[in-house]
């Protein structure tokens, strides 16, 4: 299958400090990313959908100003954790849209996950 | 898109298949069965989709009901490397893509 490099792979931080972390397509052009953040023991929460070249589209309750995304080309997106705080300590988890042949063979590959511990 | 149902978990004795089942009863015509799973600490990994027939892959198969309103998704002969959480997951081909995670079902696979 497809592969989503996801960078990097955990991160501690002071509260008060910024995190980048990046998510790339490897072998195929993603115009849609998505960000997930999993807290332990639950499952996977969509964050926001990422579109090249446009603001990214946030679910209900996550603060865009809090976590920015970026997705300047049709391989790399980031998302920004700014002004971290120890409630933000989750692994953040992305993936990309493989649209493959249309409908049918469309996918989602999803990166290896970040774990950020904010202190 | 529909909403879905799995056990919260499953045993399976290593070398057997794992059959694990998935109710999506208000799945509609346009909508896929999609299968991940998610091994400890790593990101979520494609296994399967279909729409109305059955499908195999490498990995496993996927049995829909004919009236699409439930599906197993059936690993042939488990390993303990199977151990890990399996998310069905019911997405329409027409939205944006995105796949919306219930709580899965954690499989472990014993010797």
């Known amino acids: 299958g497809a592969v989503v490099s996801q960078h990097p792979s955990r991160v501690i931080c002071k509260s008060g400090t910024s995190v980048k972390i990046e998510c790339r397509s490897l072998d195929f052009q993603a115009t849609t990313m998505f960000w997930y953040r999993q807290f332990p023991k639950q499952s996977l929460m969509l964050m926001a959908t990422?579109?090249?070249?446009?603001?990214?589209?946030?679910e209900q309750g996550v603060e865009k100003d809090k976590f920015l995304i970026n997705h300047a080309s049709l391989t790399l997106s980031t998302l920004t954790v700014t002004s971290a705080h120890p409630e933000d300590s989750s692994f953040y988890i992305c993936?990309?849209?493989?649209?493959?042949?249309?409908?049918?063979?469309?996918?989602?590959?999803f990166g290896s996950g970040t774990q950020l511990s904010v202190l | 898109d529909a909403k879905t149902t799995q056990p919260p978990s499953m045993d399976c004795a290593e070398g057997r298949a794992a059959n694990l089942p998935c109710n999506h009863s208000?799945?509609?015509?346009?909508?896929?069965v999609y299968w991940y799973r998610q091994i400890h600490s790593q990101g979520p990994q494609y296994i399967i989709h279909g729409l109305k027939n059955n499908e195999t892959n490498e990995m496993a198969s996927l049995i829909i009901t004919e009236d699409r309103k439930s599906s197993t998704l059936i690993l042939p002969h488990a390993t303990l490397r199977d151990t890990a959480v399996y998310y069905c997951i019911v997405r329409g081909s027409s939205n944006t893509g995105k796949l919306i995670f219930g709580q899965g079902t954690t499989l472990q696979v014993k010797p």
């Open positions: 993936s990309a849209r493989d649209y493959g042949q249309g409908p049918w063979g469309e996918k989602l590959f």
């Open positions: 990422s579109n090249e070249g446009s603001k990214a589209t946030y």
């Open positions: 208000t799945i509609s015509g346009n909508e896929y």
